[in-house]
């Protein structure tokens, strides 16, 4: 960094010190306080800033003592110490007892005795024949006692400390054998050791002197613009201090909505924009919409029982709307009026009632055919279940993004035209390979493979147009297209993610942290 | 989906080239297949396979190497190949081989199909191919042997005609395959490998089914195990007896088709067997095996037309079904087919014309634009959803989502709550996913569990699912959008979760009222339902410390939980 911009970052304290002190000059905290008015703590901070700009440099450090009053210490400070309050009882009311003495003087018994044996030692006090302490002819209270008050007071009236350089031999003397390092709550003074460390102004300090100077910067500049400066108008009468924008600003945690729903709506959003709307249903589901109506036979082997989830109770439902029933019924077991042979077996009317879990998003599609409009486009993406081990590649429950097709407009090449539509506008595909696929419900079907700028070539979904036997059972005289896109690799990646389970963490942080669409 | 792996140089062969994996990649389409994975060439040329994906369910043929080579081969040759051993339905022809039929098996396992296969010595790679057929055929299609079940033997050795009857399981005894010893029905099913795999089918059946030969020597214990004695086939045997049992004749007669075609592909002669019934069979009482039994299909040249939206003459849509392995012909402006001997999946003229469509090829048809106009929308449930997300978002919540199934313990013992008003999965995958969830709270909760390190103060929501029990509903159960909301962190208290819900339905418009709750999750006296005219939409309240305590919660958190359904309404 060049000098100005050094000069740009200095905080007010540090500007006061280098306009007031010439190069080479020695400072220490105790000179910031007394000339400059720093408060504790401040010249500390200051020192750090100033050394890691190069400004001061270290010049030497002195331990010295000091003593600093405790609790005690103010107490006697307040109420005097215990032998002068000792003495001064005696004095007035005659001899007593020590523990007379403790309970009247509220103190404890050790100190009155250790009180006693000072006063008597220096003449004062005795104890008489009836073992009270009284006082010894012509006493007067000793000097050095006194002297001891007097530092205690001084101490109080300079913010509780003493230190060491101040005291005479005497006073110092005194107040050590009075003082303790540790455990010093039942001694007046603390003993405490106290590093004074030296620093003098460096020769760079003449350029940043020089700076300050022609920029003006007198370190009396206005900080936090304040409502008070505002009503009072002084702000107009200082200039602000420049603050460092080169600080890493402090985290805000926001109010966000999850990405990979943000992923969904955005799905959903492209979707609409196409002419599609929206539709949704119940997780829970008959046998007969997630799989009867869309003309997969009862025996097929996806339906076995450890394909789907069935509810444990209620298990079934109480009925099937007719007369979707009977002519679903009756593709199943002869073509009806569909126009086919069927599948040529007995279709089972409880089994259908059976309730399970939706395990593909198609229920939606037919369940939305009977009151479909002509010409109409609809989607949803719901919730599905699944009878698969989870894994980093599959859940128990996942979204299915499908939907349906309705008009006279619809046949394969259309079909073509709307995967297209989807590969181009949903997935952003740069290249898009149709090939002939298979579904239970669809005649012909096709699958779109596209190839997405990051991913490369995976497959975007599967078509088809909805057999006959599935659209004249639920009353539909035109072409259906039904579709389905796998989405979630697209969100995957969108949020950068590996692991299908991750779109579903519970984990705060690391939803917190995700970011959005990009 | 099946993925079958095929010998190469036996693909190959029978493909009548060879082909780089690029150009193989781009012909799989015409069999609705994809190339999985392919040896390298560290494996010797004899032992290596190609491991393709075959995704059309209906067309069980395709599933071995040599149905897949031909569908390849037909579709780029327009070459149908012919198979005469197969007889029409109906027919009768002089076969030297017979397999009577007892009206005993009729309720277990009441069909039959077979055939005899003389050829070149089977290869290792052949015999390897067929018992995947074998396999895939059973299970996939055969669902799992229930419908459909395979045997080989060596017909040379078998005391011709053989008999299919009823035994009794604890009665009748054999040596199956793998064993050294005599075993009863009943002990394959309990000890054999393959009796404890496939028992399943038969151990509610009083009357099980027996293959035997003229000698009453045991051929078969269907759909179970072969004998060890009769039922062994081995490398380098010339001659096969194939039969296929089943519930199903129009499955069970189109496995043997595929298994002759097969077979024939590969050069072995096909001869047929006579089946006799005492009981009517939906092809008769006498039915000779390999036979055609599929009924014409036809489609018209203008639905062809309307369902691939593209012109087409009905030579050129004749010529593309050929070339899909069917024999074709014209009537007036209809394009009628007999169906190839080893495909029956023609339900209804739209099959055919997928066929059509395949035997022309996808790239055919270029996209083309939808004209029809229709406006898209939103459902006002969705609307909905995102007004009171974003309200959420504003008052500082950050947005969850989580899965629905769940365990009893989060769901039901943690909340604290009765089991029986939790939908329950009845044949669940593991206790983990058992129970649908009936509030968005315990996945709030469970974010809390685990989020502790993550600064505070916690807010957050998440709007979704639930499934509610509700007698008035046709299924007894409701699925309803729930929001749930929760604050967490050592101030978090009734307060500011009573005044995040007023704000939330402030901004959706709603005026409510409060009343006294008493629901377990919550601290009693400090939670709140949310009456909308009376009726009771939600509620909110300081979470339980019981509760919180069994989340493993150490900070206070407050929060509810809105049926926005009832909103919309």
């Known amino acids: 960094m060049d000098a100005i911009s050094v000069a740009k970052t200095l905080h007010p304290l540090e500007v006061r010190i280098l306009l007031a002190y010439e190069p080479g000059s020695e400072i220490d905290g105790e000179i910031l306080r007394s000339q400059l008015h720093f408060r504790e703590g401040q010249e500390n901070q200051t020192f750090s800033w100033l050394l890691a700009k190069g400004l001061i440099e270290e010049q030497g450090r002195t331990q010295s003592l000091f003593f600093e009053l405790t609790a005690l210490g103010r107490e006697y400070a307040d109420k005097g110490i215990p032998e002068r309050r000792i003495f001064n009882f005696i004095s007035k009311k005659g001899a007593a007892r020590l523990p007379e003495l403790a309970q009247e003087l509220g103190l404890d018994q050790k100190t009155v005795g250790s009180a006693f044996g000072i006063l008597s030692k220096e003449g004062a006090l005795g104890m008489n024949e009836e073992k009270k302490a009284s006082l010894l002819p012509g006493a007067v209270f000793p000097e050095r006692m006194e002297k001891l008050g007097a530092l205690i007071a001084r101490a109080l009236a300079a913010d509780g400390i003493l230190e060491e350089a101040c005291l005479d031999a005497e006073s110092l003397e005194l107040v050590k054998s009075v003082a303790k390092k540790r455990g010093a709550q039942d001694a007046p003074f603390r003993v405490a050791e106290r590093e004074r460390v030296v620093y003098r102004l460096s020769q760079a300090t003449a350029e940043q002197r020089q700076i300050l100077k022609s920029l003006g910067v007198t370190g009396e500049e206005l900080g936090a613009l304040t409502p008070a400066m505002l009503e009072s108008g002084a702000w107009k009468k200082g200039s602000f201090r420049p603050y460092n924008i080169g600080v890493t600003p402090a985290r805000t945690i926001p109010g966000r909505k999850n990405p990979y729903v943000e992923f969904l709506e955005s799905v959903k959003d492209k979707l609409v924009s196409l002419g599609f709307e929206e539709f949704d249903g119940n997780m829970v589901e008959t046998e007969f919409w997630n799989s009867d109506a869309l003309f997969m036979p009862q025996f097929h082997s996806a339906r076995d029982i450890h394909d789907v989830y069935s509810i444990e109770k209620p298990s079934m439902a109480k009925f099937i709307e007719e007369p979707h029933l009977s002519k679903v019924a009756a593709a199943h077991e002869n073509g009806g009026d569909t126009g086919s042979r069927g599948w040529n077996y007995h279709f089972d009317r409880d089994f259908t009632r059976r309730l399970i879990l939706r395990s593909q998003g198609t229920v939606l599609s037919a369940r939305q055919l009977p009151t479909a409009k002509v010409p109409g486009k609809y989607f949803g993406i719901v919730r599905c279940f699944r009878y698969d081990k989870v894994d980093a590649t599959h859940l128990s429950d996942f979204y299915q993004t499908e939907g349906i097709v309705l008009g006279e407009d619809v046949n394969l090449r259309t079909l073509l035209g709307f995967l297209e539509m989807f590969a181009v506008e949903v997935a952003g595909a740069k290249e898009v390979k149709y090939v002939p696929g298979y579904f239970p419900f669809t ?52 949020l950068g993610l590996n692991d299908l389970r991750e779109l579903f963490s519970p984990d705060l942080e690391s939803v917190r942290l995700r970011r959005a669409l990009q | 989906m099946p993925k079958i792996e095929v010998n190469e140089s036996l693909f190959f062969k029978l493909l009548g080239k060879k082909m780089d994996a690029a150009s193989l990649e781009a012909i799989l389409p015409n069999a609705k297949a994809e190339l999985d994975a392919w040896d390298d060439s560290s494996t010797d040329i004899d032992e290596r396979t190609i491991k393709i994906e075959l995704n059309d369910t209906n067309r069980p043929d395709l599933w071995s190497t040599a149905g897949l080579a031909r569908q390849l081969r037909v579709r780029e040759t327009g070459e149908v190949p012919s198979y005469p051993f197969f007889v029409p339905l109906g027919e009768s022809r002089k076969t030297t081989y017979t397999v009577i039929v007892d009206e005993s098996v009729r309720k277990v396992r009441p069909y039959l199909a077979g055939f005899v296969a003389r050829g070149p010595a089977i290869s290792d790679a052949m015999l390897k191919d067929f018992i995947q057929t074998q396999e895939k055929l059973t299970w996939n299609y055969g669902r799992k042997r229930r419908s459909v079940s395979i045997g080989l033997y060596r017909p040379s050795i078998i005391a011709w005609p053989v008999h299919f009857r009823g035994a009794d399981p604890d009665k009748e005894s054999f040596v199956p395959l793998q064993e050294t010893r005599n075993m009863t029905l009943r002990q394959i099913l309990a000890e054999h490998p393959k009796g404890k795999e496939y028992g399943f089918i038969l151990q509610d059946e009083a009357v099980h089914p027996l293959l035997l030969d003229d000698k009453d020597r045991v051929l078969s214990y269907p759909p179970i195990i072969n004998s060890a004695d009769l039922g062994a086939v081995l490398v380098g045997d010339q001659d096969l007896f194939i039969e296929v049992t089943g519930t199903e004749y129009p499955s069970v007669s189109l496995t043997a088709s595929i298994l002759a075609c097969d077979l024939a592909d590969m050069g072995f002669n096909i001869e047929n067997v006579e089946v006799q019934y005492p009981y009517d069979t939906p092809f008769g009482r006498r039915v000779v095996f390999p036979g055609y039994f599929q009924p014409e299909m036809s489609a018209g040249i203008e639905e062809t037309k309307k369902l691939l939206g593209m012109d087409m003459s009905t030579e050129e849509a004749r010529q593309a079904a050929q070339r899909m392995g069917s024999r074709t012909r014209i009537e007036g402006d209809r394009i009628v087919i007999k169906p190839a001997e080893y495909r029956n999946d023609f339900l209804h003229p739209v099959d055919l014309i997928e066929d059509i469509l395949m035997g022309m090829g996808m790239d055919k048809f270029p996209p083309e ?8 929308r939103l459902s006002p449930m969705e609307e909905l959803s995102r007004k009171a997300k974003l309200s959420f978002v504003g008052m500082g919540y950050q947005e969850m989502i989580y899965n629905y199934l769940g365990g009893r313990r989060e769901y039901i013992d943690k909340m604290g709550i009765e089991p029986g008003s939790v ?27 685990v989020s502790s390190k993550a600064p505070y103060p916690h807010r957050i929501f998440e709007i979704g699912k639930v499934a509610l029990f509700d007698e008035a509903e046709n299924y007894g159960i409701a699925t309803r959008q729930y929001a749930g909301f929760l604050s967490s962190h050592a101030q978090a208290d009734y307060n500011e979760t009573a005044s995040h819900a007023a704000t939330l339905l402030f901004y959706l418009g709603k005026e409510y009222a409060v009343r006294e709750a008493q629901d377990c999750r919550f601290i009693p006296g400090r939670q709140a339902e949310l009456l909308l005219a009376g009726k009771r939409v939600g509620i909110f309240g300081e979470i339980h410390p019981a509760v919180l305590e069994a989340f493993g919660i150490t900070m206070p958190c407050a929060g509810g939980e809105i049926d926005l359904d009832l909103l919309l309404n």
């Open chain 2, 423 to 449: 939908v329950k999965i009845s044949n669940p995958m593991s206790e983990s996913f058992e129970y649908l969830r009936n509030s968005p709270l315990p996945g709030l909760l469970g974010t809390e569990s």
């Open chain 2, 369 to 376: 634009k939808p004209h029809d106009f229709t406006i898209g």
């Open chain 1, 443 to 494: 005649e012909p079907s096709v699958e779109v493979h596209i190839k997405h700028p990051v991913l490369g070539w995976f497959e975007l979904g599967g078509s088809g147009i909805f057999r006959p036997e599935v659209t004249k059972s639920l009353g539909i005289d035109v072409p259906v297209l039904a579709w389905g896109l796998g989405i979630d690799r697209m969100a995957l990646m969108a």
